[in-house]
């Protein structure tokens, strides 16, 4: 009888864990439609306001269990010069992994490349939900990427302290 209930419970634990890793890894995820012209958009220089940008191949996914699930791939022929002659740059970006089966998506590789130069980071949309911004990280070689990551207004107000200055209002619930 004791074998048993330990091979229930041995089972059971493996059944659990396989379905867990089911749902963080695949399941909540869902690819994202391009919308033509709105897909990739960066923040201007000039204006502050979002704008289109040129991409081709763009494939995206994102989930409804946590703002900062958004992961994109995409290529522009934009160079270098003209991205930071014409959008915001973006300071501390930080790529967040993907899942395994999202292979367009090397966070390490992409964060290499931040730090060594060969990508740029670029402001996409600040608050694109509260809190969190969209970031756009661009190759030399035209290779784009994309992903939310939380923002100094975020970092504290989700710790449960009061907005700090020069932070929107958090909305009801914050």
Same mark, same amino acid.
């Given at each position: 009888?004791?074998? &048993?209930?330990?091979?229930?419970?041995?089972?059971?634990? @493996?059944?659990? +864990?396989?379905?867990?890793?089911?749902?963080?890894?695949?399941?909540?995820? =869902? #690819?994202?439609?391009?919308?033509?012209?709105?897909?990739?958009?960066? *923040?201007?220089?000039? *204006? +502050? #306001?979002?704008?289109?940008? $040129?991409?081709?191949?763009?494939?995206?996914?994102?989930?409804?269990?946590?703002?900062?699930?958004?992961? /994109?791939?995409?290529?522009?022929?934009?160079?270098?010069?003209?991205?930071?002659? *014409?959008? =915001?740059?973006?300071?501390?970006?930080? !790529?967040? *992994?993907? !899942?395994?089966? &999202?292979?367009?998506?090397?966070?390490?590789?992409?964060?290499?490349? $931040?730090?060594?130069?060969? /990508?740029?980071? &670029? @402001?996409? #949309?600040?608050?694109?939900?509260?809190?969190?911004?969209?970031?756009?990280?661009?190759?030399?070689?035209?290779?784009?990427?994309?992903?939310?990551?939380?923002?100094?207004?975020?970092?504290?107000?989700?710790? +449960?302290?009061?907005?700090? =200055?020069?932070?929107? =209002?958090?909305? +009801?619930?914050?």
């Amino acid at each position: 009888m004791g074998k &048993f209930l330990a091979l229930l419970i041995l089972a059971s634990a @493996l059944i659990a +864990g396989g379905g867990m890793y089911y749902l963080q890894v695949h399941h909540f995820y =869902e #690819e994202v439609e391009p919308e033509p012209g709105r897909a990739v958009e960066m *923040t201007s220089l000039v *204006t +502050g #306001e979002v704008e289109p940008v $040129l991409y081709d191949d763009f494939r995206a996914i994102d989930a409804d269990s946590s703002p900062i699930r958004y992961r /994109a791939c995409f290529t522009t022929t934009m160079s270098h010069a003209m991205l930071t002659e *014409t959008y =915001e740059p973006y300071d501390g970006a930080v !790529p967040l *992994t993907a !899942p395994a089966w &999202f292979d367009c998506f090397d966070a390490e590789a992409l964060g290499a490349a $931040l730090e060594s130069g060969e /990508a740029l980071a &670029f @402001l996409g #949309e600040r608050d694109v939900l509260y809190g969190i911004d969209r970031v756009v990280a661009i190759h030399e070689d035209g290779r784009g990427f994309a992903w939310h990551q939380i923002n100094r207004c975020g970092e504290v107000v989700f710790d +449960g302290q009061p907005a700090p =200055e020069g932070c929107p =209002e958090p909305p +009801g619930g914050y």
